[in-house]
């Protein structure tokens, strides 16, 4: 089988799923899935996945009805699963990259010291001497939304501690002291750790201040996020 075949099939499924044909778009990509696993040789199914991961996720060659992308069935994941868990052993790039943008950083197969450290794929990938862009972007951007994250139920609380915060922006500095950012993302970041250090000074001031007026004063523009409370039993 070669890479066109392999996508002539792939869009077949996806023709079928956009049809509303779900359940013939699934037994479909069934039996088309059992014969690549039985029928096609690792080396070759290795190169066809690999072109695909490329053209998916650093091309975004497929793009869906509403979304930027295809999404990806069970099925298809399946395939990918067995091929990235052989690369990852291999410590190979991008590959590293791309288990993160599949599965995530809650469960990731190829990864298992994900619990401990959801960035420890990215880590891995970053510290690779085949690191490329996309991967300094995904991991930086990563570090960014753990702040945003944190900061969601300010001024009443941070959901991330003191100490991870420090972490993370020593992380995110290191990056920048090693590997170009996007402007953008170096802007948020700088961002959240202002927004941070107004927050902890403000707490460790025993909340004397308005915490919206300090913001202001700093010229860090931080709205209200309106919180609901449920009185229980």
Same mark, same amino acid.
């Given at each position: 089988?070669?890479?066109?075949?392999?996508i002539?099939?792939i869009?077949k499924?996806?023709?079928l799923?956009s049809?509303?044909?779900?359940?013939q778009?699934n037994?479909?990509l069934?039996?088309?899935?059992?014969?690549f696993k039985?029928?096609v040789?690792?080396?070759?199914a290795?190169?066809?996945?690999f072109?695909?991961?490329?053209e998916?996720?650093?091309?975004i060659k497929?793009?869906g009805?509403?979304?930027p992308?295809?999404?990806?069935?069970f099925?298809?994941?399946?395939?990918?699963?067995?091929?990235?868990?052989r690369?990852?052993?291999?410590?190979k790039m991008?590959?590293m990259?791309w288990?993160?943008?599949?599965?995530?950083k809650?469960y990731?197969?190829?990864?298992?010291n994900?619990?401990?450290?959801p960035h420890s794929i990215?880590?891995?990938?970053?510290?690779?001497?085949?690191c490329?862009?996309?991967?300094?972007?995904?991991?930086?951007?990563?570090? &960014?939304?753990?702040?945003?994250w944190g900061?969601?139920h300010?001024?009443e609380?941070?959901?991330?501690?003191?100490?991870?915060?420090?972490?993370?922006v020593?992380?995110a500095?290191?990056i920048?002291s090693?590997?170009p950012?996007p402007?953008?993302? &170096?802007?948020e970041f700088?961002?959240? &750790?202002?927004?941070y250090?107004i927050?902890f000074s403000? &707490?460790?001031?025993?909340?004397?201040?308005?915490?919206?007026?300090l913001c202001?004063?700093e010229g860090i523009?931080y709205?209200?996020?309106?919180a609901?409370y449920y009185n229980t039993?």
């Amino acid at each position: 089988m070669n890479y066109q075949q392999f996508i002539t099939e792939i869009e077949k499924y996806w023709d079928l799923r956009s049809n509303g044909l779900k359940k013939q778009a699934n037994s479909f990509l069934f039996n088309f899935t059992a014969h690549f696993k039985a029928d096609v040789p690792e080396y070759e199914a290795d190169e066809i996945l690999f072109q695909f991961c490329r053209e998916y996720l650093d091309e975004i060659k497929f793009p869906g009805t509403h979304l930027p992308r295809r999404h990806l069935p069970f099925q298809l994941t399946e395939l990918l699963n067995s091929y990235l868990i052989r690369e990852c052993e291999k410590n190979k790039m991008p590959q590293m990259r791309w288990t993160f943008q599949i599965f995530g950083k809650y469960y990731n197969p190829h990864d298992p010291n994900c619990e401990q450290n959801p960035h420890s794929i990215l880590e891995r990938a970053y510290a690779h001497e085949q690191c490329d862009q996309q991967t300094i972007d995904l991991y930086f951007g990563e570090l &960014v939304n753990h702040l945003w994250w944190g900061q969601h139920h300010f001024p009443e609380g941070c959901i991330i501690t003191k100490a991870s915060f420090e972490e993370t922006v020593c992380t995110a500095n290191k990056i920048l002291s090693e590997k170009p950012v996007p402007s953008s993302l &170096v802007s948020e970041f700088k961002y959240y &750790v202002k927004l941070y250090h107004i927050y902890f000074s403000w &707490v460790e001031n025993n909340r004397k201040e308005d915490f919206y007026e300090l913001c202001s004063n700093e010229g860090i523009d931080y709205e209200k996020v309106p919180a609901i409370y449920y009185n229980t039993p």
